[in-house]
Each structure stands twice: as structure tokens, then as C-alpha cells.
């Protein structure tokens, strides 16, 4: 009897002190942070700095309006059964030498920096949507993969192809939503077809209208083509998901009241 006790005893240390050390003591530590602001100093103090860009920002953006509504359509429509948020370290897991994991490696000439994901990056969520298997793409950085890197563009200078480069990944990412075999012929995600409307076209149709392929089978044509004078259109649901997923960009840096980084010192 002595023995069982101990052996039971044992066992329920075995998973309470890891538990105790892994979710309950930082999610005490952690649940009541809030947005923390970019702190600059001035580098030849010798104390550590933001990068100047961040000035005036504050880490993690909040998401609000219809990106957070589209955060709560991602959980309702179980896109975390099948994609991930969260970007591991180069020494964690089997897949670590695979550089610049977390963005497309197919279509971008040059593509953007990211880094491993920190338990901050989820500061302004109810829920951290991690996701359970990478049955689909990781989409911590799901902005960057369809709308392209929109780094060094200003809207003074090159509003023109800012605008066309978020409509074309509009239209992909809503592509991706009806259509997932059309854009991927491998892709295994199910048709969110309920998150569009078809409806008369008037004028010349709605801006965020879906643009379908012209070189599509005649079998994939006939499916999926609306009837003439028909339009498909993104319901308020399907927008308020683009908006949300579009926006991921897990690549900001982390300011050092949260990291507590050391003071920089100046080379001499």
C-alpha cells in the first residue's frame, strides 16, 4: 500500500512541477502585462535604446475593429486546427535547418527577416491561437507571404503600387478561402465557400469582387464561375478574416523594459 502511495505521489510531482514552472508561474508573472512603449535613449548614454523607428509605437500592436473580430472568426471557423502562429527556435525541432522559416521561400526575391516567436507576441489576444499541427502553412507572417514586402514604400511615392499589391493579395488570400485547390493544387484546406455571397452585378461590381482565374478547367469553370451578370462577394465575415490575417506580421522587435536587455555600451 506504502508503495502505491508513493508511486502515485511521485508521479503527480512529476507533472505538477513542470506544469508549476511552465504555464502557472509565467502566466501569474504574465497575464496582467499590458502593450509596453518603445523606449528611446540617446546611444552615447550607454544605456540601452529602441530602434528609432518604434518611436511613438508600442509592442504588440492592438488589434482592434475588424481585425479583432477577424481573430474571433479564425478561432470559430478552426483555422488553428490545421495552422500554426508561432515561429520556433533555430535549436527546436527537426526543421531547424531550414533558414528564414516563417515567409514564403517560393515567390519572393527577397524575402523578409523574420525571428523565432516569444510568448509577448500574444499580449493582445484572449486566446493564443498557436494552433495545434502544421497540417497548412505556419501564418505567424502570413502578411508578408501575400502581400509581399511593402518595405521602403512610401504612399507619397508609390501609392499606386501599394494599392495594387494589397489587391492582388486581397484577392489571393480570398481565392485561398473559396477556391484553396485553384491557387494550390495540393492544398488539403477545406472550401470556406459559405463565407462569400453571390449576388447581381451592378455597375461596374464591387472593388473586393472575386477575380477568378481565366485559364481554369472547363469542369473547375462550370463549378465555380458565378452565372452571367453575377458577382461573388466577400460577406462582412470574409473581410473581417483578410483583415485579420493579413495583418500578421510576428517580426517586431522586442523593447528592452520587456527582453531586459543590457545597457549598450558604445564602441571606443
Known sequence: MNSLKNFVLTLGACFAVPTYFMVVRPYTS???RLPVAYVM???GSGKAF???EQKGLYYPSVFSGDRKRGEEIYAREGCAQCHTQVIRPAYAGIDQFKKGWGHDQSGSAAPVATRPTYMWDYLHEDFALLGQRRIGPDLANAGYRFQGDLT???LAADAEKISAQKAIGLNNFYLYLYAPRVRKAWSNSPRYAHLFTVRRKEGTGASDALKLPEN???ELAAELNPPAGMEIVPTSAA???ASYILGLKRDAPLPV???GAPAKQESK
Do not use: K, N, W
Request: aromatic share 0%; hydrophobic share 30%.
Open 216 to 218: 481554369l478547367s472547363p
Open 30 to 32: 504574465e497575464r496582467d
Open 41 to 43: 535613449e540617446d546611444p
Open 50 to 52: 529602441d530602434p528609432a
Open 152 to 154: 521602403g514604400l512610401t
Open 257 to 259: 523594459s520587456i527582453t
Open 239 to 241: 473581410r473581417a478574416l
